[in-house]
């Protein structure tokens, strides 16, 4: 059996997204994503996509770029898996060996990636070392529970209806404190992955707002099978006051309304408050996943 490892292209969105699906239902992630991923790369020197293709049937998937939500110079991630029924075969460490070479040529200093249990001994064998732990959960969208209380004087309102500028301080100043994986996102950074990307549910993202102010963000992606919370935060000034938790069940609810049944999410396990509000909703764990760093 031949395994070619070649260059990503935009015509894999579709297989890709259906391999993505079966390993890791959970990620709900769309297929648009992974086409928005691959324009990107085809347009960024600084990011690369590498597949692994046996027989004319796409087995194996790498991506790799700059973490610029990082802001950290050299700082690159990396996303690798293959087929169940195709490991231990080499498939893995040839994709692997080609992000290496690429990342080489980027003079990358340090690589982050996000394996699961299964794949947290071939990263750690390969020089990985474990850094925190995350935690994916799922909540079934027909059992939510009733609508929390508005705090007085806040105004729930859609994301993007409001000021990319506006929403991006709020979105900045709470991933900011994200136990051990901060955000620190640019301006750029954020307008290219967030406000401006096709994968971003905009219909299920929403913003609390005092005032003149967004004060708290949720922002959602849709799979077509599943919402996936991709960001929900709030600024420093108005944590405690139960806004996190009323602009997600505003956009929980209208996923449920759409005919989604599955929410899912992640969040670091140092994470307390986050956690707290997701065992709230119903929210029980479905894997779990181990941030790993390696130097380049």
Same mark, same amino acid.
Request: proline share 6%; charged share 25%; with cysteine.
């Given at each position: ?135 994916? !959960? ?7 529970? !009733? ?16 000021? !990319? ?20 996102? &640019? ?41 996936? /919370?991709?960001? &929900?935060? /709030? ?25 989604? /049944? ?35």
């Amino acid at each position: 059996m031949a395994i070619e490892i070649r260059p990503g292209v935009i015509e894999d969105a579709a297989v890709v997204t259906a391999l993505n699906q079966e390993l890791f239902p959970y990620l709900a992630k769309p297929e648009e994503q992974f086409r928005h991923e691959l324009r990107r790369a085809i347009e960024d020197p600084a990011r690369a996509i590498f597949a692994a293709e046996s027989d004319g049937r796409l087995i194996g998937w790498a991506a790799t770029g700059a973490a610029t939500w990082r802001n950290v110079p050299g700082a690159y991630h990396l996303a690798l898996f293959v087929h169940t029924g195709h490991r231990g075969q080499g498939i893995g460490s040839r994709l692997l060996a080609a992000v290496d070479a690429f990342l080489a040529d980027q003079g990358a200093i340090e690589v982050e990636a996000l394996p699961n249990e299964e794949g947290l001994p071939f990263a750690v064998n390969r020089g990985y070392q474990p850094f925190s732990e995350m935690r994916f !959960a799922g909540v079934d969208l027909r059992e939510l529970p !009733a609508e929390p209380e508005r705090p007085q004087g806040i105004e729930l309102v859609p994301l993007f209806e409001l000021d !990319a500028d506006a929403v991006f301080a709020a979105y900045r100043e709470s991933g900011q404190d994200i136990p051990e994986t901060p955000v620190e996102a &640019t301006p750029e950074w954020f307008r290219q992955v967030v406000w401006e990307s096709p994968s971003v549910a905009r219909e299920f993202s929403f913003a609390a707002v005092d005032g003149d102010r967004v004060v708290c963000c949720t922002i959602s992606l849709n799979s077509g099978t599943g919402l996936w /919370t991709d960001m &929900t935060g /709030t600024v420093r000034s108005h944590r405690g006051r139960g806004l996190a938790r009323m602009v997600k069940w505003a956009a929980l609810r209208a996923a449920a309304d759409a005919g989604l /049944t599955a929410a899912y999410t992640a969040n670091n396990e140092g994470n307390r408050p986050m956690l707290a509000i997701n065992e709230w909703f119903g929210y029980r764990q479905v894997g779990n996943h181990t941030v790993v760093r390696r130097k380049h």
